[in-house]
């Protein structure tokens, strides 16, 4: 069975930096998708980063040049680096995993099967 647990979110001052972790269990395909997405109070969830197993990676506008999606395969550990917070960027944010998801899709919160419970972040201005 497939777990994937979260951690790292937290309360920052804008500009601040944080940095999320997802581990993941039970999840042996060699080939996979992995990504963050993120839920505002009253929003739909939406895709923040993707990335692959061969590390290609893809990121949503409103994040690029400030976040960094990256992973440890040694680990089973995805990692979400962000930098230069912005109040916008608060959040629930979760770990998202799929055996594959072709790339124009990688943001898209439906091609993915398995999903973290989330964590929090919070970015005061």
């Known amino acids: 069975q497939v777990q994937l647990v979260e951690s790292g979110g937290g309360s920052v001052q804008a500009g601040g930096s944080l940095r999320l972790s997802c581990a993941a269990y039970?999840?042996?395909?060699?080939?996979?998708?992995m990504a963050w997405f993120r839920q505002a109070p009253g929003k739909e969830r939406e895709g923040v980063a993707a990335?692959?197993?061969?590390?290609?990676?893809s990121y949503a506008d409103s994040v690029k040049g400030r976040f960094t999606i990256s992973q440890d395969n040694a680990k089973n550990t995805l990692y979400l680096q962000m930098n230069s917070l912005k109040p916008e960027d608060t959040a629930m944010y979760y770990c998202?995993?799929?055996?594959?998801?072709?790339?124009?899709?990688?943001?898209?919160?439906?091609?993915?099967?398995?999903w973290g419970q989330g964590t929090q972040v919070t970015v005061s201005s």
């Open positions: 039970g999840y042996t395909y060699s080939t996979y998708c």
């Open positions: 990335i692959d197993s061969d590390a290609v990676v």
């Open positions: 998202a995993a799929s055996h594959w998801v072709g790339y124009p899709k990688r943001l898209g919160r439906y091609e993915y099967n398995y």
